[in-house]
């Protein structure tokens, strides 16, 4: 049964500062993961897509990496912004049928 | 463009009503999901359809009943509410099989049973 493992639960940092969201799943022969982020009492939006066969995306100051071997993905945010502050999940699919497994989310706080 | 659409928003029900919830996709995906997210626990899978005309138990199926009824909609039915279904109901779709398989959600369902 495929796991997926997001930690810390919660990050606080300072306007500005780099930072690197980490995913971990326990099988490795997924089809793709893709970065989601949810606000307070929304839906989930779609941040990136990585397809099994590629190494990393990006979109504006979103990087996301899938090393499928040591079964880890990051999400890399550079100078962050209050305005990222949200939850941050990954969802891999592993297998024909289709189904998404989530990890549990990293709460983002970037404080001002 | 409206992506994923569900209705109603909030519901609150008492123990024993029924309610469906309805969800509808405009992008033309064949693979359509029902989550339901309760802190702590995360997103948990309800059921699925992979495609119009099929349609298969997730993780947490008990006390649900799903209904594809086109491409475009899906729809989760509570038979008799109980206060463990108190949480938020999301829709997603794709087209699968595909590597580019992007899943979108809808805004969600947040129904209370009391």
């Known amino acids: 049964k495929q796991e997926v493992t997001q930690i810390p639960a919660a990050l606080s940092v300072p306007e500005g500062e780099n930072l690197v969201l980490n995913c971990s799943f326990t099988?490795?022969?997924?089809?793709?993961l893709q970065w989601f982020r949810q606000d307070p009492g929304k839906g989930l939006t779609s941040l990136l897509l990585?397809?099994?066969?590629?190494r990393e995306q990006t979109s504006g100051r979103l990087n996301a990496s899938l090393d499928k071997s040591s079964g880890r993905s990051t999400l890399y945010i550079a100078a962050s912004q209050p305005g990222d502050s949200a939850t941050y999940l990954c969802?891999?699919?592993?297998?024909?049928?289709?189904?998404?497994?989530f990890g549990k989310g990293i709460t983002l706080s970037v404080r001002p | 463009n409206a992506g994923v659409t569900q209705t109603p928003k909030f519901q609150v029900l008492k123990t024993g009503q029924s309610m469906t919830l309805q969800c509808a996709q405009d992008?033309?995906?064949?693979?359509m999901y029902w989550y339901r997210q309760d802190p702590g626990m995360g997103l948990r899978l309800i059921y699925y359809?992979?495609?119009?005309?099929?349609?298969d138990k997730g993780e947490v199926p008990n006390g649900y009943n799903v209904s594809r009824l086109n491409k475009r909609e899906f729809s989760l039915r509570l038979e008799s509410a109980a206060p463990s279904q108190t949480s938020v109901y999301f829709c997603?779709?794709?087209?699968?099989?595909?590597?580019?398989?992007?899943?979108?959600f809808g805004q969600g369902t947040r129904l209370t049973v009391v």
């Open positions: 997603a779709s794709r087209h699968w099989p595909g590597d580019k398989a992007e899943a979108f």
């Open positions: 099988d490795s022969a997924i089809y793709n």
């Open positions: 359809s992979a495609s119009e005309g099929t349609t």
């Open positions: 990585i397809q099994s066969s590629q």
């Open positions: 992008m033309n995906h064949n693979s």
């Open positions: 969802a891999v699919t592993a297998g024909a049928n289709s189904k998404l497994t």
